[in-house]
């Protein structure tokens, strides 16, 4: 024992004992006990209360390989287990190990324990083997059995490679899983240290439950091949991914048809799931890492092609639309608005649009609006208007526009009546489409 908790036991006659202790003041909690390590099981125990300091406990039996433990929780929150050996009761008494340290619950490559052989006398001799039960032998009772009989020179048990190391009675042993896939399958299992003294007494120390887990998870996507800019939000599903000893973390990483690469927004990941809207066109690539509780690791990935969605060129004549093909006879005034603004596209390519527009073949802007002045306008005219995206896609739109009642007008004699006049002094803009006459607002 340490200085935290000093332990001292009383023989009261018999195989009745009393154990007392004495508790540094730095100790805020703690449990404690009595344990005979020969026949795994509690003889007392407690929790440390100030005004308890003594307990009375009796040997089931004639002996004890007992070991006394405290466990405690210091003002700083940290947790310490002390322990002490002892003999108690008639000789001869059966050695046996303490295991102090495993690999923890799960492992992948290499098994170890440490620990240390007590023995009655200082220099008795002792034999020690290792056993790993799997769970269906521990629960069946096969287990046991074959502890009962592990140091019969009959026995033939799997020889498996592993490392013994020791110091004195102190001892470390290391057991590959790597080494030993063909021996050693995925399982549960219960390890057990095995002493043997020279009255042929034995013992059987048991580590912490083990779960070897040496094989990788599958990972596993099941999503589209091909979207369009228009699809929304697309779900790349990852719950098809497994392990069999565990459960999995998920780690996902995407990388952008632009080549950048990042891991998921909070809104774009749930676990297994990933949400992705699909607003730039290219291909994306998709990386799921799923990685079991004993580290083992897999990969996979799965790639989208998004299409391109061709925008749609929209233009306005003074605040109405012109349709595709059609000749628009302007009224004599000042200037005219063409707008593209009501030109759409799908994703990111929305905001990025470019804009080019066209008189007589002629760039004359880039913007999403042109003002056309008078000046410009000696006869009949062609104006295009050519919407892209980022990815080259376009669209466009080509009319015609003249001077109503001009020379160049083409129904300048057919509609000239003071009546028809009135109309476009009105209206401002009459398009014809079709042999069909329509009444547009000018901008003034």
């Known amino acids: 024992m340490g200085e935290m908790a000093n332990v001292t036991v009383t023989h009261e006659g018999g195989v009745n004992y009393s154990i007392e202790w004495n508790i540094d003041a730095s100790v805020e909690a703690g449990n404690w006990g009595v344990f005979d390590a020969v026949q795994r099981e509690h003889l007392v125990a407690g929790y440390l209360i100030d005004n308890v ?32 050996v002892e003999f108690l009761g008639t000789s001869p008494h059966t050695p046996f190990a303490v295991i102090t340290e495993w690999s923890g619950l799960y492992v992948r490559n290499v098994l170890t324990l440490q620990g240390e052989v007590f023995t009655a006398e200082e220099n008795e001799t002792f034999e020690a083997r290792f056993s790993l039960c799997s769970s269906d032998s521990y629960f069946s009772g096969t287990c046991a059995t074959m502890l009962d009989t592990i140091f019969n020179p009959m026995q033939n048990p799997v020889s498996v490679p592993m490392q013994w190391d020791w110091s004195g009675n102190e ?81 996902w990483v995407i990388t952008e048809p632009s080549g950048a690469v990042r891991g998921p927004t909070n809104n774009e990941s749930l676990g297994s799931f990933l ?11 998709f990386t799921l890492s799923v990685t079991d509780y004993a580290g083992n690791r897999n990969t996979t990935t799965h790639n989208m092609t998004v299409t391109n969605v061709v925008p749609t060129a929209v233009m306005y004549i003074g605040g109405m639309p012109a349709a ?16 593209a603004e009501h030109s759409t596209d799908e994703g990111d390519d ?47 739109i080509s009319i015609e526009v003249v001077i109503f009642g001009s020379s160049a007008d083409p129904l300048a004699e057919s509609v000239e ?5 009135g109309m476009v002094d009105k209206f401002g803009i009459i398009s014809i489409a079709l042999g069909i006459i329509i009444l547009v607002l000018a901008s003034v």
């Open 53 to 84: 300091t003594s307990a009375n406990f009796s040997l089931n039996g004639t002996s004890c390989s007992c070991v006394y433990w405290v466990n405690t929780t210091w003002g700083n929150d940290e947790q310490y287990t002390e322990f002490r």
């Open 171 to 251: 001892f470390s042993l290391s057991l590959s899983i790597t080494d030993n896939k063909d021996i050693i399958s995925d399982d549960i299992y219960y390890p057990y240290i095995s002493i043997r003294g020279e009255s042929l007494l034995t013992s059987h120390a048991l580590s912490n439950m083990v779960i070897i887990d040496a094989t990788k998870p599958t990972a596993k996507i099941i999503g589209p091949g091909e979207v369009n800019e228009q699809s929304g939000a697309v779900i790349l599903d990852g719950s098809g991914s497994d392990d069999n000893m565990s459960a999995i973390y998920f780690s």
């Open 275 to 285: 949400y992705i809207v699909s607003n730039q066109a290219g291909v994306w690539q």
């Open 324 to 339: 595709n093909g059609t000749l628009h006879r302007l009224p004599e005034i000042e200037n005219w608005t063409f707008s």
């Open 350 to 396: 929305s905001e990025i649009l470019n804009y080019r527009w066209l008189f007589d073949g002629e760039e004359v802007s880039t913007e999403v609006t042109y003002i056309l002045p008078i000046s410009a306008i000696s006869g009949i005219h062609e104006m295009i208007l050519q919407v892209s995206d980022d990815d080259g896609a376009s669209d466009s």
């Open 417 to 421: 009546s003071s009546a028809f006049s």
